[in-house]
């Protein structure tokens, strides 16, 4: 299209050359883009719905999902590892030893923290509220 588009301007430019009557050539159009204006818009500008408040949410600071992975703790009775439920009870894996392949499994109640049984880390449940 653009090309023909070209090809037709260039002939017609040429036999207004070519007249008697030395007429002015014609102005070739550009080539524009439907958004030259404002240029293409960004992920944040065309989200809607859930993924804007996501976003909105990501923008402040806040993990309204817990897509990111929790911060470590020192795993201590006074800095337990804090986990997120929107239960009062959740069941935790623990993997004690760096090489193992095979969690220690137990249920964290809300309260106070709670000792894994096999290596002694400390972790806290705490409530969280969906958005």
């Keep these: 299209m653009a090309s023909?588009?070209?090809?037709?301007?260039?002939?017609?430019?040429?036999?207004?050359?070519?007249?008697p009557t030395r007429l002015a050539p014609l102005p070739?159009?550009?080539?524009?883009?439907?958004?030259?204006?404002?240029?293409?818009?960004?992920?944040?500008?065309?989200?809607?719905g859930l993924e804007r408040k996501v976003?909105?949410?990501?923008?402040?600071?806040l993990d309204p999902y817990s897509m990111?992975?929790?911060k470590r703790r020192a795993g201590t009775k006074e800095d337990p590892n804090i986990v997120p439920s929107v239960n009062e009870k959740?069941?935790?894996?623990?993997?004690?030893?760096?090489d193992?392949?095979?969690?220690?499994v137990f249920w964290l109640h809300k309260g106070?923290?709670?000792?894994?049984p096999s290596c002694g880390v400390f972790y806290k449940l705490v409530p969280h509220q969906m958005p």
């Excluded at 976003?55 to 600071?61: F, S």
């Excluded at 959740?90 to 760096?98: D, H, K, N, Q």
């Design 55 to 61: 976003l909105k949410a990501l923008e402040q600071g």
């Design 90 to 98: 959740r069941l935790v894996g623990c993997l004690c030893e760096e």
């Design 4 to 19: 023909r588009l070209l090809r037709l301007g260039g002939a017609l430019r040429g036999l207004s050359l070519l007249g």
């Design 28 to 48: 070739l159009w550009k080539a524009s883009r439907s958004m030259a204006a404002g240029g293409i818009p960004t992920d944040e500008e065309q989200a809607t």
């Design 100 to 104: 193992t392949n095979t969690p220690v």
């Design 112 to 116: 106070e923290s709670q000792r894994c």
């Design 68 to 70: 990111f992975p929790p």
